[in-house]
T-cell receptor
Framework: IAGITQAPTSQILAAGRRMTLRCTQD?????MYWYRQDLGLGLRLIHY???????GKGEVPDGYSVSRANTDDFPLTLASAVPSQTSVYFC???????????FGPGTRLTVL | DQQVKQNSPSLSVQEGRISILNCDYT??????FLWYKKYPAEGPTFLIS?????DKNEDGRFTVFLNKSAKHLSLHIVPSQPGDSAVYFC???????????FGPGTRLSVLP
């Protein structure tokens, strides 16, 4: 692995289903983030983690949960997907809790 | 209400000319700013940053200007190249350890 990876690349999901988006980084970055990108709204922060074992809520956390059991992995879970969660999801990481963030390639999620 | 605004959804520029992308913010506590570039189907990549102690930062063809009193920053690309065609996001942070707020993005098209 080089950098930050996300899986799956894309997913079509029925409303009400549970889904976990995976994110892994090998840069030993302390901080990790989940954003969603929607047309006209840019990137909005869902949840973040400044270090392993801690998480925080971003601008649009409702309907999402995260965990940070170790430095490398930061999965995002939709417990019961709704159509308004159709979006492109980006995971990012940074060395500290500030400064340049490195982004993954994104996961395109469609909830029907 | 968006704290970071990019009021031009799109911009077209002729190859070789200057591209100027604008960003306005409302939160006077913001003191660190980043520009990201995003190609289709890829994650955003960091381009250039500026902190509030400076009013200009230059990196090759890219220069960012900050006008704190006007709460305005701009990204200049000179000369513009077709490979610069992408969506550009402005992001602002209120300091170390604070999360970034992203603007909605401006789609730049550089015409050959």
């Amino acid at each position: 692995i080089a950098g930050i990876t996300q899986a799956p690349t894309s997913q079509i999901l029925a409303a009400g289903r549970r889904m976990t988006l995976r994110c892994t980084q090998d840069m030993r970055h302390n901080a990790m983030y989940w954003y969603r990108q929607d047309l006209g709204l840019g990137l909005r922060l869902i949840h973040y983690s400044n270090t392993a074992g801690t998480t925080g809520k971003g601008e649009v956390p409702d309907g999402y949960s995260v965990s940070r059991a170790n430095t490398d992995d930061f999965p995002l879970t939709l417990a019961s997907a709704v159509p308004s969660q159709t979006s492109v999801y980006f995971c990012a990481s940074s060395l500290q809790g500030a400064g340049e963030q490195f982004f993954g390639p994104g996961t395109r999620l469609t909830v029907l | 209400d968006q704290q970071v605004k990019q009021n031009s959804p799109s911009l077209s520029v002729q190859e070789g000319r200057i591209s100027i992308l604008n960003c306005d913010y409302t939160n006077s506590m913001f003191d660190y700013f980043l520009w990201y570039k995003k190609y289709p189907a890829e994650g955003p990549t960091f381009l250039i940053s500026i902190s509030s102690i400076k009013d200009k930062n230059e990196d090759g063809r890219f220069t960012v200007f900050l006008n704190k009193s006007a709460k305005h920053l701009s990204l200049h690309i000179v000369p513009s190249q077709p490979g610069d065609s992408a969506v550009y996001f402005c992001a602002a942070s209120a300091g170390y350890g604070q999360n970034f707020v992203f603007g909605p993005g401006t789609r730049l098209s550089v015409l050959p």
